[in-house]
């Protein structure tokens, strides 16, 4: 009697097991199948997708890696409820169970969020594009690219920076590239007894003939202090964002050179010094923009 009974059950699991792999198994390798070709298939549309924007022209290149992501996570998502389609999951309760669970890991992972709603506001506002370089948080490097999470930058002695966006959101950005020209300024003391018109003509001519340096907003120069030391004139130019690092490196030596040249003696430099405006310069009032327009 329990021989005969033990082997119904037994027949009874080959049955099951049997009909469970009849069905469930093709099934299975089907959503497999899917879900190999759908990676292919979303790596190969992402690549489709920024190579078209890069073509088109007119799409930034700051947005195009978050086109490619974004059309590679609506395939991956599209492709994932085909696989569970198949295997017989309802994606209707799933969606309302993902969406609790979705709730809870949201909470979890709140730096993360932040980090993708900063990426949207960046690439919304663009504060910087693609090859600027950019100051923030202690950090600064050149912009090689701007994710949903993440900004690549690289700094200028060519270290790879990884940057979180919500550390560049919030807080205040520098941006030095994205105006047209940069102010340099350049404090020279010559002895008190100097004729300040030929010295002044003097370094206006050594600006102009560098074809680096902007003619607007012209070059200036002025009387900005009378020290013991002697006459501090400053020498005020604008130059673009490419030239201006090559510019502060020989901006003095050039000035030194152009003032000795002469063979004066009463023009002779006795310091030289690159400066930054101070906040209350009167010359701060006139805008980069302004002083282009003119």
């Not at 959503?31 to 690549?47: E, F, K, N, P, T």
């Not at 941006?175 to 350049?186: C, E, K, P, Q, V």
């Given at each position: 009697?329990?021989?005969?009974?033990?082997?119904?059950?037994?027949?009874?699991?080959?049955?099951?097991?049997?009909?469970?792999?009849?069905?469930?198994?093709?099934?299975?390798?089907?959503?497999?199948?899917?879900?190999?070709?759908?990676?292919?298939?979303?790596?190969?549309?992402?690549?489709?997708?920024?190579?078209?924007?890069?073509?088109?022209?007119?799409?930034?290149?700051?947005?195009?890696?978050?086109?490619?992501?974004?059309?590679?996570?609506?395939?991956?998502?599209?492709?994932?409820?085909?696989?569970?389609?198949?295997?017989?999951?309802?994606?209707?309760?799933?969606?309302?169970?993902?969406?609790?669970?979705?709730?809870?890991?949201?909470?979890?992972?709140?730096?993360?969020?932040?980090?993708?709603?900063?990426?949207?506001?960046?690439?919304?506002?663009?504060?910087?594009r693609?090859?600027?370089?950019?100051?923030?948080?202690?950090?600064?490097?050149?912009?090689?690219?701007?994710?949903?999470?993440?900004?690549?930058?690289?700094?200028?002695?060519?270290?790879?920076?990884?940057?979180?966006?919500?550390?560049?959101?919030?807080?205040p950005?520098?941006?030095?590239?994205r105006?047209?020209?940069?102010?340099?300024?350049l404090?020279i003391?010559?002895?008190?007894?100097?004729?300040?018109?030929?010295?002044?003509?003097?370094?206006?001519?050594?600006?102009?003939?560098?074809s680096?340096?902007?003619?607007?907003?012209?070059?200036r120069?002025?009387?900005?202090?009378?020290?013991?030391?002697?006459?501090?004139?400053?020498?005020?130019?604008?130059?673009?964002?490419?030239?201006?690092?090559?510019?502060?490196r020989?901006?003095?030596?050039?000035?030194?050179?152009?003032?000795?040249?002469?063979?004066?003696?009463?023009?002779?430099?006795?310091?030289?010094?690159?400066?930054?405006?101070?906040?209350?310069?009167?010359?701060?009032?006139?805008?980069?923009?302004?002083?282009?327009?003119?």
């Amino acid at each position: 009697m329990d021989l005969t009974f033990d082997q119904q059950h037994l027949d009874r699991l080959t049955d099951l097991g049997w009909s469970w792999t009849v069905n469930f198994l093709p099934r299975l390798i089907a959503a497999v199948a899917i879900l190999l070709v759908g990676a292919m298939v979303a790596r190969w549309a992402s690549r489709a997708a920024i190579e078209v924007a890069r073509r088109a022209g007119h799409v930034d290149i700051t947005v195009q890696p978050v086109l490619g992501a974004m059309v590679r996570y609506a395939v991956l998502i599209l492709v994932a409820i085909a696989a569970l389609s198949q295997v017989g999951i309802q994606t209707a309760s799933l969606f309302a169970v993902l969406g609790a669970a979705g709730l809870a890991i949201g909470l979890a992972l709140q730096g993360t969020l932040s980090n993708i709603a900063a990426g949207i506001m960046l690439l919304w506002l663009r504060p910087f594009r693609i090859g600027d370089y950019i100051e923030v948080n202690g950090m600064s490097g050149t912009v090689r690219e701007i994710g949903l999470f993440v900004c690549h930058l690289e700094t200028f002695d060519g270290i790879f920076l990884f940057a979180p966006n919500a550390a560049i959101w919030n807080n205040p950005l520098k941006n030095h590239t994205r105006n047209a020209g940069r102010l340099i300024s350049l404090d020279i003391t010559i002895p008190s007894k100097a004729e300040i018109g030929r010295a002044r003509d003097i370094l206006l001519a050594m600006a102009r003939s560098d074809s680096r340096i902007l003619a607007k907003p012209q070059p200036r120069v002025f009387v900005e202090s009378v020290t013991g030391a002697g006459l501090v004139l400053n020498l005020r130019i604008w130059a673009s964002h490419e030239a201006v690092g090559e510019i502060q490196r020989t901006i003095i030596e050039r000035a030194k050179h152009a003032l000795e040249v002469v063979g004066i003696e009463t023009l002779q430099p006795q310091q030289l010094v690159r400066v930054i405006p101070a906040d209350s310069d009167p010359s701060r009032l006139m805008p980069a923009t302004q002083a282009h327009a003119d």
